[in-house]
């Protein structure tokens, strides 16, 4: 019974190298859905050429950002030696985090703000299915990119639309 239990148990084991590539496969197919959001940005924005070389220039800054914030967590020369065998792994899913944060934050552009957004900035004005408030008067959003409590306009506020 003991030898059963521990052939079975071994075959859902992983070893470290298993977990290092799992994780930066991962890290991969994270890297290529951020990727496919920003060509669809810069195809959908093409017409923008302001737009488009400011968000070159973030997409370029957030790349220095995210390596910069990697060497800050792992700084010493010989990683492997100092952080231990798992440090291929955290290699891998550190900037992953952060890659699917700037997804998040390129997807803002490519999905548009919902109508009545204050805050759109260069982003697109998509209509919005938000109901209109009790007395029967548009709600609107402080900024769509966070979470916000609406605020109750009167009537007659004319809302920025593009």
Request: net charge positive.
């Amino acid at each position: 019974m003991i030898a059963v239990f521990l052939s079975v148990s071994s075959m859902h084991a992983q070893t470290q190298s298993d977990l290092d590539k799992l994780a930066c496969a991962q890290f991969h197919k994270t890297d290529v859905a951020m990727n496919e959001i920003y060509s669809r940005v810069l195809k959908e924005y093409a017409k923008d050429g302001g737009f488009i070389a400011k968000l070159k220039m973030a997409q370029k800054a957030w790349t220095a950002f995210r390596d910069a914030q990697l060497e800050a967590l792992f700084p010493k020369a010989n990683k492997q030696a100092e952080y231990g065998t798992v440090y291929p792994m955290c290699h891998c899913n550190d900037p992953q985090t952060l890659t699917e944060e700037r997804t998040r934050q390129l997807k803002v552009w490519a999905d548009g703000i919902p109508e009545g957004d204050v805050c759109t900035g260069s982003v697109k004005i998509t209509r919005s299915d938000r109901p209109l408030g009790p007395s029967g008067e548009r709600t609107q959003q402080g900024c769509g990119r966070t979470p916000q409590t609406p605020v109750i306009l009167p009537t007659n506020v004319v809302t920025r639309t593009h």
